[in-house]
C-alpha cells in the first residue's frame, strides 16, 4: 500500500507545493503545448480590450462607435489570431523566449492595428463615420503587446529562477572572461543548462571601458591586477575564455596565472550564429593541454590538395595508426575515387573501417590487411587497385624498443619504404609522400637513423629519374616533423594514464625539450606539403615554440585540479637509450628555402648518388636479416655519417 493515503490534508497540501512539485509544474510550463499558449494569448488580448473600454468609458469617450460592436470584436479577434499564426508566435517555447520573440509579437500587433485603421478609413469614407476610436485602438494594441511579451518575459524569468537552484549539486562560481557577443552566448547558454554545472558570477572586460555597467543583470568587471586577484575578490573558483580576440600569447597568460592558484580554466570555441544555446554550452569545456599547444588554424590551398586527390586512387600505409588514419580522414573531404587503408595491425584497422562506413562520401574504401616488408603482397594491391597518390605512414616509432630491436626498424622502416618507393615506380604512382621524423635529423637512436636512410632513399630515387630525364618518374616527397600530441605512444596520454593512477609522472630528464604538434594540423600540412612538392623535396613545418616537459607535466597536473609534487608526484628516471635533451628540424649542413605557405620550409640536403646508396642499403637488409644489432648499425653509421649513438650501448661504435 502507497505511503500517501495516510497523510493528512494538510500533508498533502504541503506536498502539492513543494519545492519538487512546484520546480516540475514550472518546468512543465516551459514546454506548453501550441494550443493552450493560443488561449493565453487570447486572454490577454481579452484583458487589454476590456482595460483599453474602460479606460475610455472613464473619460466619457466610446471605444467603439459602431452599433455592430459585436461584429466588430469578432473581428478584432479573429484578425489576430490569423496574424498569430502568420508570424507563427506560439512555436517558439516559452522559456526560451527572445527578442526575436518580441519581434514577432510586434510585428503581429503592428500589422493588426495598421490593417483595422485602413478598415476605419474606408468605413468612415463610405459611411460618414468612424467604426471605433483610433486613439483608443492604438492603446489596445500597445497593451496587448505589452501582455503578451510581458506573461512570455515572466515565465522565462520565474522557469529561470527556480531551475536555476539545485539542492544537491554545487555549481561552480565562474567568471566569463570577455564581453562580446561570443560572451554572452555562453552566458545565456549556461544559464539554461541542465543539469547546471556553472553559476556566473561576472564577466571580466580586457580592455577596461565598461567597468560601470552589466550585461544580463551580472557586473562587468575590470582587470586592474593579475586575474587570480579578481577572481578572489568576487570568490570565482573558474574562468571561462570566451573573448575571440585574445591571441593565443594572452590566453597563454590567462591560463599560467590561473593553474598557479590553483582556479579551473574553461574554453569555449567561436560560437556561429545559428547553433542553439544546448550545443553552445556542450563546447564549454575543461581546457586541455592541446589547447595550449594548439597554433592558429591553418589555411589550406584547397584547390591545389583537391587537383592532387580528387577523383584520384590513394593509397594510405599504416591507415589506422594516429597519423595514418587522420590522414584517411581529411583524404575522404576532398572526394577521391578510392582511398586503400593498408596496415597489418588488424584490430585498428577495423575499428578505423567501421568509423569510415558511417561517413557520407562516394568514395570506394577498401581495407587491406598487409605488411609493408611482404613485397608480394604489397605488388597485389598496386596491381589490384593502381594507385595514384602515395601517402606512406607506416613505420616502427618507438626509440627504446627500436634501440632493442634494431633489425626490426630495418625491415619496416628501411626495406618497407623501398618496397612501396618500388613498386610506385613501377607501377606508375604520381606521386610518393613519405612521412617521417625530426628524430631523423643527427640522429642518435636506431629508429632516427632509419628513418633519415628512407628519406635518403626516395630521394636517391628522384635524383635518378631526373638524371634519366624521365617525364613520368614518380615525385618523391618527404615530410619531416616533431611529436604529434596524442598520437599513439606520445608523452600527453601517457601523463594522463598516470595522472588517473594517481602518479608518480615519468619524465626521463628535467631539461629535456620538444617540439609538438596536434594529429589535424600535423596531417594538413602532410596534405599541402603533398600538393605543393615537384619531387625531391623534404619539407619541414614550423612547429611553433619547443615545450619542456616537466612544464607539460605541471600543467597537466593542474588542469586535472591537482597540486604538482604534493598530490601527483613527478620522477625523473634518467634518460633512455636513444634519447636527446632536444630534437633537431636540420642537419648541421642544411638550408632551409621559404615556400608560399608560412608554415612548411624545404630542407636542402645533400642528396646521395643511387647506385652506391643502393647497394648500402641492400648490405643492410641482409644483414638485418640476420639480427646482427651490432653489424645493422655499424652499417648504418657508414650510410648516415652523423649518426651519433647517446645513452646506448652502440656509443662504443661511434669511435
Not at 138 to 149: D, H, P, R, T, Y
Request: aromatic share 10%; net charge positive; proline share 3%.
Amino acid at each position: 500500500m502507497s505511503s500517501h493515503k495516510h497523510l493528512d490534508p494538510s500533508s498533502k497540501a504541503s506536498a502539492f507545493f513543494s519545492r519538487a512539485n512546484l520546480r516540475f509544474n514550472i518546468h512543465s510550463l516551459g514546454y506548453l503545448p501550441r494550443w493552450i499558449i493560443v488561449i493565453m494569448d487570447l486572454t490577454v488580448l481579452v484583458v487589454a480590450f476590456f482595460f483599453t473600454f474602460l479606460i475610455f468609458r472613464g473619460t466619457g469617450l466610446d471605444y467603439i462607435l459602431t452599433a455592430d460592436s459585436g461584429l466588430f470584436v469578432t473581428a478584432l479577434f479573429g484578425v489576430n489570431l490569423f496574424f498569430f499564426w502568420l508570424f507563427r508566435t506560439y512555436s517558439g517555447i516559452i522559456r526560451h523566449s527572445s527578442y526575436i520573440d518580441a519581434v514577432k509579437l510586434l510585428f503581429s500587433q503592428m500589422s493588426v492595428l495598421v490593417l483595422f485603421l485602413i478598415l476605419n478609413f474606408l468605413f468612415e469614407v463610405f459611411y460618414g463615420s468612424k467604426a471605433f476610436l483610433n486613439t483608443a485602438f492604438f492603446i489596445n494594441m500597445v497593451l496587448s503587446f505589452c501582455g503578451l511579451f510581458l506573461y512570455r518575459v515572466v515565465v522565462k524569468q520565474t522557469f529561470e529562477h527556480y531551475i536555476a537552484e539545485k539542492n544537491d549539486v554545487k555549481l561552480i562560481r565562474t567568471l566569463i572572461y570577455g564581453t562580446d557577443a561570443n560572451a554572452i552566448s555562453v552566458a545565456n547558454a549556461l544559464k539554461l543548462e541542465s543539469p547546471s554545472r556553472f553559476k556566473i558570477v561576472g564577466f571580466v572586460d580586457r580592455k577596461n571601458q565598461n567597468s560601470t555597467k552589466r550585461m544580463l543583470d551580472l557586473p562587468i568587471l575590470v582587470q586592474k591586477k593579475k586575474l587570480p586577484t579578481l577572481m578572489r575578490s568576487v570568490g570565482a573558483q573558474g574562468i571561462i575564455i570566451a573573448d575571440k580576440g585574445l591571441s593565443k600569447e594572452e590566453q597563454m597568460v590567462i591560463v599560467d596565472q590561473c593553474l598557479e592558484f590553483n582556479y579551473k580554466v574553461y574554453i569555449v570555441p567561436g560560437i556561429t550564429d545559428w547553433e542553439n544555446q544546448k550545443e553552445i554550452s556542450k563546447k564549454v569545456k575543461n581546457l586541455q593541454i592541446e589547447d595550449l599547444l594548439e597554433r592558429k588554424a591553418i589555411v589550406l590551398d584547397g584547390k591545389s590538395i583537391s587537383k592532387q586527390l580528387k577523383d584520384k586512387t590513394i593509397l594510405i600505409t599504416g591507415g589506422a595508426g594516429s597519423i595514418g588514419s587522420e590522414i584517411v580522414r581529411q583524404v575522404l573531404g576532398f572526394n577521391p575515387k578510392k582511398i586503400i587503408i593498408l596496415d597489418q595491425a588488424e584490430t585498428p584497422l577495423h575499428h578505423l573501417s567501421l568509423e569510415i562506413e558511417r561517413v557520407v562520401s562516394d568514395s570506394e574504401i577498401h581495407s587491406v590487411v598487409a605488411d609493408v616488408r611482404n613485397k608480394v603482397a604489397l605488388r597485389h594491391v598496386f596491381e589490384s587497385y593502381r594507385p595514384q597518390v602515395v601517402f606512406h605512414a607506416a613505420a616502427y616509432k618507438h626509440v627504446p624498443l627500436m634501440e632493442e630491436n634494431p633489425s626490426q626498424a630495418i625491415l619496416t622502416n628501411i626495406e618497407g619504404t623501398k618496397n612501396l618507393a618500388d613498386l610506385s615506380c613501377e607501377y606508375g604512382v604520381k606521386k610518393f609522400v613519405m612521412v617521417s621524423t625530426d628524430k631523423a635529423v643527427n640522429p642518435s637512436n636506431v629508429m632516427g637513423a632509419s628513418k633519415r636512410i628512407a628519406e635518403k632513399y626516395v630521394q636517391s630515387l628522384h635524383l635518378k629519374s631526373k638524371e634519366e630525364q624521365c617525364l613520368k618518374a614518380t615525385k618523391f616527397i618527404t615530410t619531416r616533423f616533431g611529436n604529434v600530441l596524442g598520437s599513439n605512444g606520445s608523452v600527453v596520454p601517457l601523463f594522463s594514464k598516470q595522472i588517473a593512477e594517481g602518479g608518480p609522472i615519468t619524465i626521463t630528464h628535467p631539461d629535456i625539450i620538444r617540439y609538438f604538434m596536434t594529429i589535424p594540423e600535423a596531417c594538413q600540412l602532410v596534405l599541402e606539403a603533398g600538393a605543393m612538392g615537384k619531387g625531391g623535396e623534404i619539407y619541414i613545418f614550423d612547429m611553433g615554440k619547443p615545450v619542456k616537459i616537466i612544464d607539460l607535466a605541471r600543467k597537466m597536473i593542474k588542469l586535472a585540479g591537482f597540486v604538482p609534487d604534493k598530490d601527483i608526484k613527478i620522477a625523473i628516471v634518467g634518460l633512455r637509450p636513444g634519447e636527446k635533451l632536444y630534437e633537431e628540424l636540420l642537419n648541421d649542413t642544411s638550408k632551409t628555402l621559404a615556400t608560399h605557405h608560412e608554415k612548411i620550409m624545404i630542407a636542402e640536403d645533400v642528396q646521395d648518388e643511387f647506385d652506391m646508396l643502393h647497394r648500402d642499403i641492400d648490405e643492410l637488409i641482409a644483414i638485418a636479416n640476420f639480427f646482427d644489432s651490432e653489424g645493422i648499425v655499424s652499417k648504418m653509421k657508414k650510410i648516415v655519417p652523423e649518426f651519433k649513438s647517446m645513452n646506448s650501448a652502440y656509443e662504443v661504435l661511434d669511435n
